[in-house]
């Protein structure tokens, strides 16, 4: 199979290489990325990230219980930024997910293309219009490697006018915990039921295709491609529509931790980094940051409510289990999660 994206997508039909055709994805990634080729090298001349990196480190490792432990750092163009995401989550279980189950025709062979289109894409939205992790909330699995998202993340310490050194130490703060946190599995899985739900737009994208459609008939690739949905526009408001609370509820948790973990840094600088309301960030996803953002002032509310009523779970029990994660309403009405979760059935 060429490794080329038009070739991946016109062997789609065909395809049946496991639970999810991770080239497809990152090809999709690189698609979206197309014009960020360059590589940024570390540089003194600037900031001396690796020193703020060294720093964060040993304050991690000076707290009785340590957060993961995390070793290296990468400066990445967005496009390294999504393969490095992807290669994240690679070792979720994604056979679960069947999403060419409502095909009007046969896709089954197909199913692993799919899945690698959604994540591609979500790869490249999230690499091509974030600074990181705590951006949206996202919370990954554990890596080894702290991945910046260098002109986004550079971008976003310019907007304010705080110290930039500060700025940066806050902001590579929130990263280091937000990757930490990714040793709960159930955020992410969350984000993939939503993913799960979401396919019958895609599918049904796919069913007006003609049922007799075979690859073989088509003399270009390009030609397949055209008839798939387009990359750029996939509904992510359809896969996240359910999670806007919940990314919001992850935010204030990577915030919260973040300011217990970094003590000897102004607990406004961190909230200043980390606000999706004082700085726009682009026209693209500022419907997006709203819509996460207007949940924010709730999920605090939430969070100090665990607290105030000594709940018996904490935040970080609550991203262990799936079953614990709030929903919308919720998150508005802290004691329908707690009759959910706590009561005994009756």
């Known amino acids: ?98 999403i060419a189950s409502s095909s009007p025709f046969n896709l089954a062979g197909a199913q692993s293309s799919l899945i690698g289109m959604q994540l591609g894409n979500i790869s490249g939205f999230l690499s091509k219009n974030t600074w990181g992790l705590s951006h949206f909330g996202i919370v990954l699995p ?59 737009s895609l599918i049904e994208s796919l069913g007006e295709m003609k049922p007799d459609i075979d690859p073989s ?12 949905p387009e990359l750029n526009n996939l509904n992510f408001d359809s896969i996240f529509d359910s999670i806007f609370a919940p990314l919001s509820f992850y935010r204030q948790v ?3 931790s973040t300011k217990e973990f970094l003590k000897y840094i102004d607990p406004s600088v961190i909230d200043l980094v980390a606000d999706l309301n004082l700085v726009g960030t682009n026209e693209n996803i500022n419907d997006f940051e709203n819509k996460i953002s207007n949940y924010d002032e709730k999920s605090e509310s939430f969070i100090n409510y665990l607290i105030e009523s000594e709940s018996q779970y904490s935040t970080l029990d609550i991203l262990s289990n799936i079953d614990l994660i709030p929903s919308s309403s919720e998150i508005e ?5 707690l009759a959910r979760t706590s009561l005994p059935p009756i």
Request: glycine content about 2%.
């Open 1 to 98: 199979m060429s490794d080329d994206i038009f070739s991946q997508l016109f062997n789609l039909f065909n395809n049946d290489d496991g639970d999810v055709n991770w080239n497809l994805a990152s090809q999709i990634n690189n698609h979206i990325n197309k014009e960020s080729e360059e590589n940024f090298l570390f540089s003194n001349s600037e900031m001396n990230y690796e020193e703020i990196f060294r720093a964060i480190q040993l304050n991690n490792q000076s707290l009785d219980i340590p957060y993961e432990n995390i070793e290296n750092l990468q400066i990445l163009n967005s496009k390294e930024y999504g393969n490095w995401f992807l290669d994240s989550i690679k070792h979720f279980d994604f056979s679960n997910l069947n």
């Open 333 to 337: 009405d802290p004691i329908s999660w």
């Open 217 to 228: 008939s088509f003399s270009n690739p390009e030609e397949i491609f055209s008839n798939m």
């Open 142 to 200: 554990k890596s080894k490697i702290l991945a910046i998202n260098k002109l986004n993340f550079e971008s976003r310490i310019t907007r304010f006018e705080v110290d930039d050194k500060d700025a940066t130490m806050a902001l590579m703060a929130l990263e280091f915990i937000a990757l930490s946190l990714g040793k709960f599995n159930a955020p992410f899985l969350f984000v993939l039921e939503q993913m799960q739900k979401s396919n019958e």
């Open 254 to 256: 990577i915030k919260n």
